[in-house]
């Protein structure tokens, strides 16, 4: 079925789905929602409970922790999934810097979803490597 | 008096990083991992050398060096490395011996086939690795 | 039809235009009407019911109306057990669905629901000028101008009510062979035949369960797994009133539910051969049908809206709007009815506002009234709250308010606190309460978990910064008697209060 063709070929670009044959990239179009988002809008708000997963596809968007800018967040990009794997709220605002186009799922079937694509889950594991390397001082 | 496969794979259970591991995902880590001892001023692995593996502490202390600078000291249950056996990256730092230390060492290609195989252990890292970075961004803003 | 000068809003100037006459388009006319704020209302149909004129074809209504319920018919309480009726302000305007019910079913027949909704109509007096169908938009000076059938409308704020009922097929080979769910014909037409759905969304589902005592065969095929609302404890999924299809097909009766896609659509003699294959193993399984019917989904008919700037998102080419249901990308038009899914909210676990009656209502009605305070200068009183009162209303509203009851975790009662001391500051969108710089004070709502439980939540808002006091809940839903819910909410609301 030619559901959700330009979806599916949006994500196909991105480095979380490189490693997806395009069946499992269908399933994934279909799993995640896509929302639209104005200039200045929170996507995720510290604090607050039950947030979810986002991947931005189209726009930037900022990380916020008290007020201060931490870093900006392109196309490719994932947030979101350090509040649900340790089962706290988000540490940090993330807010959309212009228009901004994103994929989400929500909170409680990220879990599942991670163990359905174990390829995706990968290359989350690389992406936060990144991260805590260029949030640390040294490597433990 | 070598460590039982029971008794490695408990080491590590105690880990952060595979915090909320069941018996059945640690016993083939605690099986591929090897014990080594070091004595005072050896060390584990230098800064800049292409990562191979973690390292667990299981007894002694471990000084990490970052260009010539004491960075911090690592006890029993610190390990080092479980970045570099994700992505093999060059080592940032040095990490020596003090004083004669036993220690767990998990090569990356070894802990590379059990995450392949058992997708509980890759969320575990996972998670590990969010603890880690929400850790790190509120030191930061303190 | 009458000649055009008799037909109410000629075109012309008028403030405000309201596009539609499905519930959306009634309720938020009849609330503007309410606060004498002047629009026109024009629509394509010839009366007034929206999609209810012609879906759902074969089952009753998703929403129920209780007849008799735990508070008096008419009272903002029973809003809670009558999810049909439009919210009037006067008791002749209200609770009007029970009344056109049978009694054999707490569940409208969808004739019943259009008849209700022409009753509102009627014994409101709310004009509309029927039979004026919206064709093109553009933007001029400070406002807009609409392209009808009858001529133009000029308006500073549009609202379009224009639901989301525009059959969508998504494409792949074959499609010319198969219908549309809004073709579907009277069921004795399908007796004997092999049928093949499309789409295991409700409407799939509907088709299914209305044609399961004429169909031969039914197969329904779509990618994803179905999820049933019982099992996910909520209105997402598979609603209650269509599983018999899913009991069928464990029992073997003829019923096939397959996760799969569908490769192509092949004409073959007097039938049809669907290629399918399936979303786990990717194996190829060709079947026979003689009816292919496609319940994919909907668009919302926005016309050339995305080309005037409405950004639209999802296969439904909703437009983004808003927490106030206005465009997120063109400041002047707005949203009513099941259209402002397009604003889902905080999305708490995944969970958004519904696009259903009973919600889209109070968002119609709290448009109504944000349109009239934004663009119109009205000033509406607010009651002020006693300081030690405070707790207890917040504690009522959970317990009683309609509003809360059928927009979980969307719309909330705020109470704020002003030079004056503590007000009402009426019910709002609980993601604008949580995202607005507002003054301090509480917002509560309801919300719904995974497992089935509902807990009252306070968003208490504190020089721009929000916590949530998550409260217990209650077996009875009575969360005015907990002392505990008391202390914790007082605790929480402490240095915000005088």
Redesign the interface.
Known sequence: MADNEALIDELSGLALFADLPRPELAAVAHTLEEEWHADGQRILREGLSGTGFYIVLEGEVAVRIAGEERARLRRGAFFGEGAILLGEPPGADVVATGRVRVVNLAGPAFHEFLMRHPRVMYRMLQEQTRRLRSANRWSR | MAMTTDEKADALGRVALFDGLGSASLLPLGEAATETTFADGDALVIQGQVGTGLFVVVSGVVRIVQHGEDLARLGPGDYLGELAVIDREPRSASAFAVGPTRCLALASWDLFRRVDADSSLSHALLRGLALRIRALTEQHHH | MEPLAERPFPPGAYPLVVVGSGPGALQVSYSLRHLGVEHAVISADDRPGGMFLRFPFFQRLLSWTKPYAPVPRGTRAYERYDWNSLIGEEPAHRAIQPELMDGSSEFPARPEMEASLAAFVHRSGLPIRYGCAWQATRAEGDGFVLETTDGEYRCHQVVFAVGVAEAFT???AGREHVAHYVDTRPAESYAGKRLFI?GKQNSGFELASGLLSWASRIVLA???PAKLSVQTNSLAGIRARYVQPVEDRFMGGGVFILDA???GVEHVGDAFLVRT?A?EG?AALDIEADEVIAA?GFTAPLRDLPALGV?????SRLP?Q?PYWES??LPGVYFAGTITMGA?G??????GGTGAVQGTRYNARILARELAERHFGLELTREPVAPGAVVDRLLEEASDAPELWNQKGYLARAILVGPDGPYDGGIVPLQAF??GDGADGAAMTL?GD?DGSIRPVAYVRRRG????V?LDPEPLHEFRASTDSRRRLSEALRGILP
């Open positions: 998504p494409d792949f499309i779509s990618p994803r896609a569908i490769d294959r979303s990717g994919t950004a639209t998102f999802g296969q983004a808003t997120a990308s889902p905080l999305k708490k676990n995944g969970v949580v995202d919300e995974a910064a929000i916590s949530e998550t």
